[in-house]
């Protein structure tokens, strides 16, 4: 009977451990529990007033910058930033991730502090800042992504998870496009970056400043290559 009993009691503890160990795998694999907060950086006009770059600090910059132009298409970075954005959107949704876009307009004045800040109350569990490239040399060309340091002022605890976000993304984004991989850069004078509380990073897609990569970032098919290629990275850093 001693024994039998303690038998009883290892299978209830081995079926417990069981029956655990799945909700929790449940719970924590289901994308329909994971939301992305997408940014499509700048809008149709900048807006020059100041703020501060992160929680506390003395430094300012403007609220929201202007933004670069295709140097062959003369397409502007928030047109090409808010189309990218939009087909992430439907891709992520399409996967079964929960998305919040912080535009989806144009024509809208939300400082990069306030970007942050909307990301944060949208319940993401990561935030996706978009962004084209420019440069005073033409030939360069290739994407980056920023993220802040370990010794970041404001967000040095959301270093590590940003990084490895950064890091999947990129390489994701890279194999999947064929633009080049410059890699990742550690910034962290970026207002839209120092007062998010979620793990973010920022995407430089590829140089509008480049007359080939302009004109290719402007195709609809790459674009749809460009946020397959984020989308990738995304499930790449949640482990699916
Ligand atoms: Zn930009």
Not at 25 to 41: L, M, P, W
Request: net charge positive.
């Amino acid at each position: 009977m001693k024994r039998a009993g303690s038998i009883l009691i290892a299978a209830a503890v081995m079926i417990c451990a069981v029956f655990t160990g799945t909700v929790t795998k449940t719970e924590a694999k289901s994308k329909s529990n994971i939301k992305i907060a997408i940014d499509a950086g700048h809008q149709a006009r900048g807006n020059f007033s100041t703020e501060p770059i992160g929680p506390g600090a003395s430094t300012r910059k403007a609220k929201v910058a202007g933004g670069a132009t295709g140097t062959a298409t003369r397409v502007p970075e928030y047109k090409l930033t808010l189309r990218v954005a939009k087909k992430l959107k439907k891709e992520l949704t399409q996967r079964g991730y929960q998305v919040y876009m912080i535009r989806t307009k144009n024509n809208v004045n939300i400082s990069n502090k306030k970007r942050a800040q909307l990301a944060n109350k949208s319940g993401a569990d990561i935030y996706i800042r978009i962004h084209a490239d420019s440069s005073g040399s033409s030939a360069v060309r290739g994407a980056s992504m920023l993220y802040p340091s370990t010794r970041n002022r404001y967000v040095k605890k959301l270093s590590k998870a940003s990084k490895k976000l950064s890091s999947n993304i990129i390489r994701a984004y890279s194999k999947k496009t064929g633009i080049r991989n410059r890699g990742l850069v550690q910034r962290d004078d970026l207002t839209g970056t120092n007062w998010s509380k979620i793990p973010v990073t920022l995407i430089e897609m590829g140089f509008l400043s480049n007359p080939t990569e302009d004109r290719l970032m402007q195709k609809g098919s790459m674009q749809n290559k460009m946020a397959t290629g984020i989308a990738n990275g995304i499930d790449d850093y949640f482990g699916f």
